[in-house]
């Protein structure tokens, strides 16, 4: 990335005494401020805990040609030709990292203290890459030496450079730092990767390309809201899993995707699956919906039109909330990401904020794309059963964060928002102009549990035909979709083990034994029409608020 390059050689020229590069890809850090500090001149001195202070090897910059590197390019090259496609380019840095050994160390520099002290003491300009020294930041001594050594560096070229995946500074030092970002690598970047590690691998082993250019850009694309290091680490799996690069890695690498984003716990890559068409009425919301059907495409920007920048739907449990937001991926075709906001906050409460700006930037690395966030109140009110709700000052960020990139995210990225409760969300949240609009989803009315009854027999292999509709409707009065989906289960499991077929007898009697959420929580439901009518837009075509309770 050249531009996080120019950045640490303006932020090195500038005296400022520490920065903070917050990555789990250390790697790359730590290389992206080796050729920084070398275009300066700057020499690079690397602590860790385990090998104490070094002077860093040789440079990243390109360094006499070794001959091991030179033939392994020379064979990629070779079948990259072969296969008709450009040659690539290894940069030595990325091939070969540049040696440091526990030989090097200096005297006294393995402990925290002692390396910040040895520092301290120093006079040359230079950079210190301290990896994971946030792991001693409760120790006192070093955060004073902390301090007293970024005090010096703002009158010298000398600069620590903190890495680690999380790092909360203490407020002494918290004033004196930068903080770093490395981008997401972009579609460019990837293919490189792609071919990079091809290359390397192929130094050691035989390996076939038969990708073609297409299946390189395809291939490229699935890999985009990944990390370079996990892109890295998935196109080499997939490659030694095939012996080869062929047309299967254009798949292979968004399975190893789905499963990267999995392990990092709080983003789940769902197939979009079924379209609008598998919900049962929310005509209104599914016309809103398909109006906005291709203005993602590039067209639509040339006639004019920005694209859409997300929903709300609110309303009563049941309903088909999460339904309709999960189908909108799978209506406009595109790349669907639920965020997950248990696992945002499980156990992580200090890491949370940089857990969401991944989520954002994951998706707009997917985009066009939806990102779909359940249960909104969940993540925001900050006053739920789980361990958010201890933390209100975590929850406030969070939404600062997530308002403030609601508001500049550059990439077409549609946010379908879900909620069972409004009342607990922040107005600023749902005010006018964050979202589109904001849907309310009521109990159905009976055309809506007509088409309700007519999808899910239809699912589950049974013909709606057959059964007398007009009276189930009638009996599900005040039922949710939810609702009558489970009476359909539960029938069948019991006409299933009277090897009887499924009757409307038999959904009367399971309807007739369930009772239904609408007459235990009714006051809730009352509020939320009542929140509803001022704030929201019916989601189904005619109102059915007054009918349900009867
Ligand atoms: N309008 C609907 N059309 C078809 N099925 C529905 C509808 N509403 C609810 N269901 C059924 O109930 C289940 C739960 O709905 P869901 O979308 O999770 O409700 P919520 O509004 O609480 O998010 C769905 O998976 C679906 O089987
Ligand atoms: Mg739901």
Redesign the pocket.
């Known amino acids: 990335m050249p531009d996080v390059l120019e950045r640490l050689k303006v932020l090195f020229n500038s005296f400022n005494p520490l920065l903070v590069m917050e990555t789990v890809e250390e790697t790359r850090a730590v290389d992206l401020v080796r050729r920084a500090a070398s275009d300066l001149s700057l020499p690079v001195f690397e602590w860790s805990i385990a090998d104490g202070l070094q002077r860093s090897g040789a440079p990243v910059n390109p360094g006499p040609a070794d001959p091991r590197r030179t033939t392994g390019v020379n064979n990629v090259n070779a079948l990259l030709s072969q296969a008709g496609l450009p040659m690539v380019n290894i940069p030595p840095g990325m091939a070969l990292p540049a040696p440091v050994g526990p030989s090097s160390m200096i005297v006294n520099t393995q402990s925290a203290p002692g390396v910040l002290a040895h520092i301290e003491s120093m006079t040359t300009d230079a950079v210190f890459i301290l990896k994971d020294l946030h792991r001693h930041l409760d120790d006192v001594v070093v955060v004073r030496r902390l301090r007293q050594v970024a005090q010096n560096f703002t009158r010298t070229r000398g600069t620590l450079v903190l890495t680690g995946p999380a790092v909360n500074l203490p407020d002494e030092v918290e004033s004196l730092a930068e903080y770093v970002e490395l981008p997401l690598p972009d579609a460019a970047r990837l293919r490189k990767i792609i071919e990079e590690t091809f290359g390397r691998l192929a130094q050691k082993q035989t390996l076939k390309c038969t990708l073609d250019p297409a299946g390189f850009d395809a291939t490229a694309a699935n890999l985009r809201g990944l990390t370079e290091e996990e892109a890295e680490r998935t196109v080499a799996q997939v490659i030694v899993a095939r012996y080869a690069l062929s047309s299967a890695a254009v798949t292979d690498v968004l399975e190893q995707k789905k499963e990267v984003l999995r392990r990092s716990g709080m983003l789940e890559f769902i197939d979009a699956g079924a379209g609008l068409d598998?919900?049962?009425?929310?005509e209104n919301l599914k016309a809103w919906l398909r109006k906005r059907q291709g203005a993602f495409e590039p067209d639509a920007r040339g006639f004019g039109l920005e694209p859409p920048r997300g929903v709300v739907?609110m309303?009563?449990?049941?309903?088909?909330?999460?339904?309709?937001?999960?189908c909108i991926a799978g209506e406009w075709k595109l790349p669907l990401v639920k965020f997950d906001s248990a696992a945002v906050f499980d156990k992580y409460i200090g890491e949370t904020e940089k857990r969401i700006k991944r989520v954002f930037a994951v998706a707009e690395q997917l985009a066009p794309a939806v990102l779909w966030i359940?249960?909104l109140e969940k993540v925001f009110a900050g006053s739920g059963p789980d361990s958010a709700s201890s933390d209100a000052g975590v929850s406030s960020r969070l939404l600062g964060a997530f308002l403030s990139w609601m508001q500049d995210r550059k990439a077409p990225v549609f946010v379908a928002a879900?909620s069972?409760n409004v009342t607990w969300l922040p107005p600023e949240l749902i005010r006018k102009g964050r979202f589109d609009e904001i849907f309310f989803?009521d109990l159905?009315n009976a055309a809506?549990r007509q088409?309700?009854f007519r999808?899910?027999l239809a699912?589950r292999m049974q013909n709606p035909l057959v059964f007398d509709l007009e009276t189930l409707i009638a009996a599900s009065d005040g039922y949710?979709?939810?609702?009558?989906?489970?009476a359909i289960q539960s029938g069948l499991y019991a006409a299933y083990a009277d090897k009887k077929p499924l009757t409307t007898q038999v959904l009367l009697a399971e309807l007739k034994a369930t009772v239904p959420l609408s007459a235990t929580r009714a006051e809730d439901i009352a509020r939320l029409r009542d929140w509803a009518s001022q704030r929201a837009v019916h989601a189904s075509l005619t109102d059915r608020a007054a009918a349900a309770f009867r």
């Open positions: 598998s919900i049962g009425g929310l739907i309303g009563v449990q049941g309903c088909g909330k999460s339904m309709s937001a999960r359940d249960e879900t069972n989803v159905p809506e088409a309700i999808l899910q699912r949710s979709g939810a609702e009558i989906d489970a």
